[in-house]
């Protein structure tokens, strides 16, 4: 079964408004958790590494004031898109880290559409 | 700085046929690579990871090897079947902190019936 679940699974706003997406671990807690973004026929590209109890750890490029991330527990991260334009219209992914061998396991993607 | 590279981009095959998926990483420094399969519009799905310790894994029709000296992985698909049809990425991890995955551009894989 899934490990990993977001939600929702695709979004449509306007120009100027905030989305926020979640990323759940389902199987087990996750004290680290993982934003990666994709655009159409690209790779993906890590936003930022989410840490439980603490503040996101952003890779450079990435506007931390406009992705705010928030990990409020061991099984939820979320990821807020704020005053969204188009050109934030992309495939969004979580992803989460199980211990020992560091395995990562991915959430099936939020697609933003920003209008 | 850490490249990962995959090639070839795209590959189409006939039903039945063994296939070999390449990537390549330029610091040979790595933790584990791990090979991920994504279906349009879809998540990714684990495959399998190799450890740097290790020279390979298997899983079913799915054989992957490492070299990490020379900074090559290859993904073997066995028999392929068209439900095999999908963009495979191979990522690498430099340690063991942290977490960061550093992805190739992907092979898109179209099996023919």
């Known amino acids: 079964g899934a490990v990993v679940s977001q939600h929702p699974s695709w979004v449509i706003c306007k120009s100027g408004t905030s989305v926020k997406i979640e990323c759940r671990s389902l199987d087990f807690q996750a004290t680290t958790m993982f934003w990666y973004r994709q655009f159409p026929k690209q790779s993906l590209m890590l936003m930022a590494t989410s840490n439980e109890g603490s503040k996101a750890t952003y890779e450079q490029g990435v506007e931390k004031d406009k992705f705010l991330i928030n990990h409020a527990s061991l099984t939820l991260s979320t990821l807020t898109v704020t005053s969204a334009h188009p050109e934030d219209s992309s495939f969004y992914i979580c992803?989460?880290?199980?211990?020992?061998?560091?395995?990562?396991?991915f959430g099936p993607g939020t697609r933003l559409t920003v209008t | 700085k850490q490249e990962v590279t995959q090639i070839p981009a795209a590959l189409s095959v006939p039903e039945g046929e063994n296939l070999v998926l390449n990537c390549s990483f330029t610091?040979?420094?790595?933790?584990?690579l791990q090979w991920f399969r994504q279906d349009p519009g879809k998540g990714l799905t684990s495959l399998l990871l190799i450890q740097s310790s290790q020279r390979e894994q298997t899983s079913g029709r799915l054989n992957a090897s490492l070299d990490k000296s020379s900074g090559r992985s290859t993904l073997y698909i066995a028999a392929s079947q068209p439900g095999d049809s999908a963009t495979y990425l191979c990522?690498?991890?430099?340690?063991?902190?942290?977490?960061?995955?550093?992805f190739g551009q992907g092979t898109e894989l179209s099996v023919k019936p």
């Open positions: 990522a690498v991890r430099r340690d063991n902190q942290g977490g960061k995955l550093i």
């Open positions: 610091d040979s420094a790595i933790y584990n």
């Open positions: 992803s989460v880290q199980r211990g020992g061998v560091r395995e990562q396991y």
